[in-house]
């Protein structure tokens, strides 16, 4: 049983910065890998950065670079810091924590990059 929380979407200009946050809560021991995906609407939903038990992250050719992955063990937490947003970045933006073939995900939070 994992529960995810996701915070820090909003509208902001071409150029600026945004860090997301997803606090996880429950079984948060049987978590094996956490990441961003994000769902343009007519669009699938694609990977933009992941993060594994041991730390290794991996990051979508279209935001290397700009956006970085990182996690707080003592808060439960996983951000994502926005840099250089475009307006192609327009999306919601949803949290995953994969647990050994089962993925859960949190509610999503609308991120809108104006030029």
């Known amino acids: 049983q994992v529960q995810l929380v996701e915070s820090g979407g909003g509208l902001v200009q071409a150029g600026g910065t945004l860090r997301l946050s997803c606090a996880a809560s429950g079984s948060i021991f049987s978590i094996r890998a956490m990441g961003w995906y994000r769902q343009a609407p007519g669009k699938q939903r694609e990977l933009v950065a992941t993060?594994?038990?041991?730390?290794?992250?991996n990051y979508a050719d279209s935001v290397k670079g700009r956006f970085t992955i990182s996690r707080d063990n003592a808060k439960n937490t996983v951000y994502l810091e926005m840099n250089n947003l475009k307006p192609e970045d327009t999306a919601v933006y949803y949290c995953n924590a994969r647990l050994s073939g089962l993925n859960i995900w949190g509610q999503g939070t609308q991120v809108t990059v104006s030029s």
């Open positions: 993060i594994t038990i041991a730390g290794r992250t």
